[in-house]
C-alpha cells in the first residue's frame, strides 16, 4: 500500500520545539522529493521545507532558521524539527512525496500543530 503517514503533532507553547515525522512505505523513498506542507484556518496550503532526495533542501522564509527538514532513506522516513514556534505555525502540516521522474505523488492526511500558551 502507497502511503505517508505523519506523527508526533501536538499542543506546545511558543518558543518550544517539536519534531514532526513522516513515514513512507510502498514507494522507492530515495527516488521522491520529500516536502512539508501546512494549511492554517482559512488560508491555502503553504509549501514549509522540501528535501530532495539529494538532500538538497528549500525553506518558506517565515520557517529559515527555525526549522530544518532531513531525510533517512534507510527509514524511508523524512522529519521536520521546528524550533521557536510561534502561534502563527499553528497548522496542520502534511507530508508530500512526489517524484517527477515517475509521474508519482502521495499525500499524508495531515497532522495538527497548535502553538498557544
Known amino acids: 500500500q502507497v502511503q505517508v503517514v505523519e506523527s508526533g503533532g501536538g499542543l506546545v507553547q511558543p518558543g518550544e520545539s517539536l519534531r514532526l515525522s513522516c513515514a513512507a512505505s510502498g514507494i522507492i523513498f530515495r527516488f521522491y522529493v520529500m516536502g512539508w506542507y501546512r494549511q492554517a484556518p482559512g488560508k491555502q496550503r503553504e509549501l514549509v521545507a522540501v528535501?530532495?532526495?539529494?538532500?538538497?533542501?528549500n525553506y518558506a522564509d517565515s520557517v529559515k532558521g527555525r526549522f530544518t527538514v532531513s531525510r533517512d532513506n534507510a527509514k524511508s522516513t523524512v522529519y521536520l524539527q521546528m524550533n521557536s514556534l510561534k502561534p502563527e505555525d499553528t497548522a496542520v502540516y502534511y507530508c508530500?512525496?512526489?517524484?517527477?521522474?515517475?509521474?508519482?505523488?502521495?499525500w499524508g492526511q495531515g497532522i495538527l500543530v497548535t502553538v498557544s500558551s
Open positions: 508530500n512525496a512526489k517524484s517527477p521522474s515517475l509521474n508519482h505523488e502521495v
Open positions: 528535501i530532495s532526495n539529494t538532500g538538497s533542501t
